[in-house]
């Protein structure tokens, strides 16, 4: 079963501009990680952010985190081309080990 | 650092035929990921294994499909008979430890077509 679902399933900006994918999910989790893949790279994880905090960055990567609302969203600021990709949030369920990925987030970044 | 091999990339079967995919995790990773991942949809964990113990087969279909991790290294995923519906890219991950949430470093991914 998928436990995360990303909105909007697909995304299409112009280079310079900001990306923001949302990641609503189901049940209590640990943690929760974003994962990039493009037919380049694979699957690359970007970011990991725990169930007590709130917002976390790397580089040009924003992540926040609701678990009141069991959402989380993503914001890639000044896009590139080469962030064209599909983007993954991943679910780490409380009281297990298991990773559940999301259908994910069709990103295009027209140059 | 090496990272995660798989073999072989690509793999185009005939319905109810045979395949395996082998996997060799990145060196001291002791948790190896099976997943299926369908065209236009999310990965989904098909076994996960820590050293040559499983963890997870919740969603293994276990009348078609098989895997093992002999000696906590490299890992095989079997599909005997194989179906239509099997198409997908099968991904190798694996992760240092056991760990809620442990990032996981992927393959490539072998594609399978059943005609």
């Known amino acids: 079963s998928q436990q995360g679902e990303e909105d909007p399933q697909a995304l299409s900006i112009q280079e310079g501009e900001n990306a923001t994918m949302n990641c609503s999910y189901k049940?209590?989790?640990?943690?929760l990680q974003w994962y990039r893949q493009n037919s380049g790279r694979g699957l690359v994880h970007l970011i990991l952010?725990?169930?007590?905090?709130r917002e976390k960055h790397s580089g040009r990567l924003r992540v926040t985190l609701d678990t009141s609302k069991k959402s989380s969203s993503l914001l890639i600021t000044a896009s590139r081309a080469a962030d064209t990709a599909s983007y993954f949030c991943?679910?780490?369920?409380?009281?297990?080990?298991?990773?559940?990925f999301g259908a994910g987030t069709r990103l295009f970044v027209k140059a | 650092e090496a990272g995660v091999a798989q073999s072989p990339r690509y793999k185009i079967i005939e319905k109810r035929q045979s395949v395996a995919f082998w996997c060799n995790p990145i060196?001291?990773?002791?948790?190896l990921y099976w997943y299926q991942q369908i065209l236009g949809q999310g990965p989904k964990l098909l076994i996960q294994?820590?050293?040559?113990?499983?963890?997870?087969d919740s969603q293994l279909p276990k009348d078609r499909f098989s895997a093992e991790r002999l000696k906590g290294v490299d890992s095989t995923l079997k599909i005997q008979p194989a179906k239509l519906e099997d198409s997908a890219v099968y991904l190798c991950?694996?992760?240092?430890?056991?760990?809620?949430?442990?990032?996981?470093?992927f393959g490539p991914g072998t594609r399978l077509t059943v005609l």
């Open positions: 991950a694996s992760s240092l430890e056991l760990r809620t949430g442990a990032e996981q470093f």
């Open positions: 049940t209590s989790i640990n943690n």
């Open positions: 952010i725990r169930s007590n905090e």
């Open positions: 991943a679910t780490a369920p409380s009281g297990g080990f298991k990773t559940i």
């Open positions: 060196s001291g990773h002791a948790t």
């Open positions: 294994f820590q050293n040559n113990g499983v963890v997870d």
